[in-house]
């Protein structure tokens, strides 16, 4: 298979950058601002999802209409507070850089903010070893929709890339679902927190402790065609 007319898709948060319970952390302070906020395993549980399903999924709808706009401001400033402490996970760049120098499409899908992910990408060092960056903002419905992994595909055949076939490697069991609506497979990583065995049930075809172990995988054993 030319690498060239593939592309690994990553996603960035608990799966290139270590930033997981920081978010959960923003999340719990957030909602602590105007009631008792959910216990923090559970907002763990939800980090992967969108910003724009996590308070419905952790509290309830009414929540969600009647604060969750004021939520989501109140996650992003408690996040901008500790987001100097996050650091890269062991590998991310050596994975970057091994799927550029082998010649295949390197795009990042996060369903997180756009300036997270930008600055995220600087902190990693990889801004000239990735082809596209996907974020929130670029699609109507995040994570486990798979209109994200649909989107960031267009955009990197807009650029002149002839993808024929993807993989998505991401951290939470909302990454491999988004995966699986896209028809693409996932390979998943310990890094956010999630279990192999929850990974694997979700439909992970592979699951590796840290981004430094995937470099050198055999890519195309697990690259899907690409609708």
Do not use: N
């Not at 957030?30 to 907002?43: C, D, G, M, N």
């Not at 760049?93 to 995220?120: I, K, M, N, T």
């Amino acid at each position: 298979m030319d690498p060239t007319s593939a592309a690994v898709l990553l996603d960035i948060d608990g799966t290139l950058i270590d930033s997981t319970y920081h978010h959960a952390l923003a999340w719990h302070r957030a909602f602590a601002r105007h009631a008792e906020p959910p216990p923090l395993w559970r907002l763990h549980r939800a980090i992967g999802m969108g910003g724009d399903k996590l308070v419905g999924h952790v509290a309830d709808e009414e929540t969600e209409e009647r604060l969750g706009d004021r939520l989501r401001d109140g996650w992003r400033e408690e996040y901008a507070a500790v987001r100097g402490e996050v650091r890269p996970l062991p590998g991310a760049r050596d994975l970057v850089r091994a799927l550029r120098d082998q010649g295949y499409r390197v795009a990042l899908a996060s369903s997180g903010d756009p300036e997270f992910s930008r600055e995220a990408v600087d902190l990693i060092g990889i801004a000239d070893d990735i082809d596209l960056l996907t974020t929130a903002e670029d699609v109507d419905e995040s994570k486990p929709e798979p209109d994200l992994l649909g989107e960031t595909i267009r955009r990197l055949r807009d650029q002149g890339a002839e993808v024929q076939h993807a993989v998505l490697v991401g951290d939470t069991v909302y990454d491999v679902e988004s995966a699986s609506r896209a028809g693409l497979a996932c390979v998943g990583v310990l890094t956010g927190g999630v279990s192999e065995t929850e990974l694997r049930s979700a439909g992970a075809v592979q699951v590796a402790e840290a981004p430094r172990d995937l470099v050198g995988l055999d890519w195309p054993a697990y690259l899907s065609a690409v609708r």
